[in-house]
């Protein structure tokens, strides 16, 4: 079954430097949802988007911004990026509504900002 | 506001044993759904068992199931059999029905299996 595909696996960034990070949800799922984790600790909301427009949002930094596009994949832009931003990013995707509210999590992205 | 707590920071047992981890959670809503998802060293996010709320039958998967306590607001996964692949950080969640369908995370317990 296809699964929710996030790229790059890793990410390697200086300080200050800028990152996007791409997810790719299962088809027909409708919700986007990404979150940061940082070592040793639980995921941290960051914001989600259903049918291509924000659904809520969480505790993202003004650096970071984030979309839907048409093709339902969504998108993590992150300017300048600082230590603390080094972190393992998920994005995840469900179909809420649908009676199936279970979300499903790609594989995350390792990003290291040194 | 929700909140999820898990007790136990780390637990580790014999491979073949049963295990439970513990999870209560706090709300004052009365629709909604609660997550065990396992996170091993790969650090992927794997879905576990998922329960709702206006269900009083316990889900289970295969080696999998939870003892949901509504009233009591608990809601523990036991791991029967357990198996070396079974070492992993397990995360119980919280999502509320009908709302912007958030996970609301505890902090986690590590599992770890001995062979």
């Known amino acids: 079954a296809a699964g929710v595909i996030q790229s790059p696996r890793h990410l390697i960034k200086e300080k200050r430097e800028t990152a996007t990070l791409k997810c790719y949800p299962i088809?027909?799922?409708?919700?986007v949802y990404w979150y940061q984790q940082g070592p040793g600790q639980d995921p941290q909301f960051l914001i989600s988007?259903?049918?291509?427009?924000?659904?809520d949002k969480g505790s993202i930094p003004d650096r970071f911004s984030a979309q839907q596009f048409s093709d339902y994949h969504s998108e993590l832009n992150m300017s300048s990026l600082e230590l603390g931003d080094s972190a393992l990013y998920f994005c995840?995707?469900?179909?809420?509504?649908?009676?199936?509210?279970?979300?499903?999590f790609g594989s995350g992205t390792q990003l290291s900002v040194l | 506001a929700q909140t999820v707590t898990q007790s136990q920071p780390e637990m580790s047992v014999q491979e073949a044993e049963t295990v439970t981890l513990s999870c209560t959670y706090d709300t004052s809503e009365s629709n909604y759904y609660l997550f065990w998802y396992k996170q091993p060293p790969s650090r992927q996010m794997i879905l576990v068992i998922r329960?709702?709320?206006?269900k009083q039958q316990n889900a289970t998967e295969n080696r999998f199931s939870v003892n949901f306590q509504k009233a009591a607001k608990s809601f523990s996964l036991k791991i029967s059999d357990s198996q070396l692949g079974d070492t992993a950080m397990y995360f119980c969640?919280?999502?509320?029905?009908?709302?912007?369908?958030?996970?609301?995370w505890g902090a986690g317990t590590k599992l770890i299996i001995k062979p």
């Open positions: 088809p027909r799922h409708d919700t």
């Open positions: 995840a995707s469900s179909s809420p509504g649908q009676g199936d509210e279970k979300l499903f």
């Open positions: 969640a919280f999502m509320i029905s009908d709302s912007n369908y958030q996970l609301i």
């Open positions: 329960q709702e709320a206006y």
């Open positions: 988007f259903y049918e291509k427009m924000q659904s």
